[in-house]
């Protein structure tokens, strides 16, 4: 297909896989319509932190051994999108700050990647946040790491698609409604098992509930992202954001406090000050592949395309998604990640394994 006004694709999905792809899909020229159940800021993308992390995430939980260059690839197409929207990138760095050996292990591995550091001693870290624990003597900080306000990016994302005359609809995309429709699809709905029968790489995705604590007012946030074993800790939205658990298998939105008592446990040993009452516990459920890299491109049925399954990086490689995504719709070349991302990679290989 090539690049048309009068060309229309249905988006499904008002996450920032949905609204990123929907976007650059506008912006190719192409009408969109994009449905959307939940709207924006109710999607997991709306309850995540907005981390743009590919040190951080590639020491401490690396979606693939070799995806380093790929999250990178990604992270650099952040500055232009944010450029577009309007929305700042928060490029401080993050912090890690956690027991000796913690710290060791992970300055090693990232030094294993190649990846540039700097420690940061007592006087650093309390300015970073106010009511550190006193055994903490040092952090390690990496430049690599951004961070962006998710909700206010979403928000951005969508008035921008409206601007480029993108429809935005709240409501359910059905099984019969994919059956029928006349117009590419683009699905950018996480883990949908409505949907495994009519495009089976669907069926590979699995889902993964996150449960991330948040403190609307009183409190003064740290500056940048701290990470500690287990847990994070940034502001957000005004307040304190405090997050998150990864309960694969779930797709229940049922906060519990025994969730919330164990993030605040784990924090409360690097933060012994942090209030225990006033936080408010948010729920999104993600989708992640059996290599933890998103499906971005053509699925098996034809007109159907695929922007899902990111795991823990929707936000990081939202840019490369919809880059890709938008060049199988377009028939133009999709770049050198492309194949890395093939949603048909596991039937091509016969199996799931990393």
Same mark, same amino acid.
């Given at each position: ?74 992270? *650099? ?99 019969? *409604? ?13 883990? *949908? ?162």
């Amino acid at each position: 297909m090539g690049r048309s006004g009068t060309v229309s694709v249905i988006v499904v999905g008002a996450g920032v896989f949905g609204l990123a792809t929907g976007l650059a899909l506008a912006e190719a020229g192409i009408k969109v319509r994009l449905v959307a159940a939940p709207p924006p800021d109710l999607t997991a993308s709306g309850v995540a932190a907005g981390m743009l992390a590919p040190a951080f995430e590639m020491a401490l939980d690396p979606p693939a051994p070799d995806a380093l260059d790929l999250l990178l690839a990604s992270r *650099d197409l952040w500055p232009d999108l944010a450029g577009r929207l309007g929305v700042s990138l928060d490029r401080t760095g993050a912090a890690a700050i956690g027991p000796e050996a913690w710290l060791d292990g992970l300055e090693a591995r990232l030094a294993a990647l190649g990846l540039k550091g700097r420690p940061a001693g007592r006087a650093e870290m309390e300015a970073m946040s106010s009511g550190l624990g006193s055994r903490f003597p040092r952090a390690f900080v990496t430049p690599q790491d951004w961070r962006i306000e998710p909700r206010a990016a979403l928000q951005a994302m969508a008035r921008r698609l409206q601007d480029l005359g993108g429809n935005l609809e709240i409501g359910t995309f059905t099984l019969r *409604d994919l059956e029928h429709a006349a117009s590419p699809v683009v699905l950018a709905t996480g883990a *949908d098992r409505r949907l495994e029968g009519l495009v089976p790489e669907l069926a590979g995705l699995s889902p993964i509930k996150g449960q991330i604590l948040w403190r609307p007012r009183g409190v003064s946030p740290p500056v940048g992202v701290i990470r500690t074993p287990g847990a994070y800790l940034l502001g957000s939205g005004g307040g304190l954001l405090a997050g998150a658990t990864m309960e694969v298998g779930r797709s229940d939105l049922a906060a519990d406090l025994e969730a919330q008592a164990e993030l605040r446990g784990t924090l409360s040993d690097i933060f012994p000050a942090l209030a225990t009452e006033g936080w408010v516990t948010r729920v999104g459920v993600r989708a992640a592949s059996p290599d933890g890299l998103p499906l971005a491109g053509a699925a098996s049925r034809p007109g159907v395309f695929l922007a899902v399954g990111a795991r823990r990086n929707g936000w990081l490689l939202a840019p490369l998604v919809a880059k890709i995504v938008t060049a199988a719709i377009t028939s133009e070349d999709a770049g050198r990640w492309a194949v890395r991302l093939d949603p048909l990679r596991f039937a091509r290989h016969g199996n799931g394994e990393k």
